[in-house]
T-cell receptor, first 113, second 114 residues
């Protein structure tokens, strides 16, 4: 298995632009998580899905952030409009309900100018 | 507020030394405890997962233990090597669900000198 796949790996955009981050979880995993990592706050959960249904989105900072999971093999995290304070590394992770172990993708480094 | 604390924030040791990384959490309502490794500019690599009913897990030179009553977990690395240099993060999930939010510590940055 290729592991969790994220794209793009790096994204540089200007304030006010829309940003879409993509994730493909490990095949067969029924949980998908979006995290954000910054120097100040460390790693924080944004939202997670179970069987494509959002379960907990309490970590989503504000209405500018939205996430979807249209099928078991794809999820997106969208920021519209983006702001400089959104600059961070965004990680996607997946896990199986049979093992509870979360596996992380390589992350997307987002820079908003 | 549930918190995960890792002390020290940074650690430098000579090659070959055995070492212990510490992780503490504020309440005992913990379900799972997972240790990760993060190399600079990279994602997280899962090292060990201790499930709710377990007290420790071992993988090669790594051993992780979990003591819910004291609110502590330790990661023991035997015979450290320069390749072990990385940031080590511990994370917990909450009781009440087999999945869910991983709450992370800020990590311990380990440097193993040749």
């Amino acid at each position: 298995d290729a592991g969790v796949i994220q794209s793009p790996r790096h994204e540089v955009t200007e304030m006010g632009q829309e940003v879409t981050l993509r994730c493909k979880p490990i095949s067969g995993h029924d949980y998908l998580f979006w995290y954000r990592q910054t120097m100040m706050r460390g790693l924080e959960l944004l939202i997670y899905f179970n069987n494509n249904v959002p379960i907990d989105d309490s970590g989503m900072p504000e209405d500018r952030f939205s996430a979807k999971m249209p099928n078991a093999s794809f999820s997106t995290l969208k920021i519209q409009p983006s702001e400089p304070r959104d600059s961070a590394v965004y990680f996607c992770a997946s896990s199986s309900s049979t093992s509870n172990e979360q596996f992380f993708g390589p992350g997307t480094r987002l820079t908003v100018l | 507020k549930q918190e995960v604390t890792q002390i020290p924030a940074a650690l430098s040791v000579p090659e070959g030394e055995n070492l212990v990384l510490n992780c503490s959490f504020t309440d005992s309502a913990i379900y799972n405890l997972q240790w990760f490794r993060q190399d600079p500019g990279k994602g997280l690599t899962s090292l060990l997962l201790i499930q709710s009913s377990q007290r420790e897990q071992t993988s090669g030179r790594l051993n992780a233990s979990l003591d819910k009553s004291s609110g502590r977990s330790t990661l023991y690395i035997a015979a450290s090597q320069p390749g072990d240099s990385a940031t080590y993060l511990c994370a917990r999930t909450n009781y009440g669900g087999s999945q869910g939010n991983l709450i992370f510590g800020k990590g311990t940055k380990l440097s193993v000198k040749p």
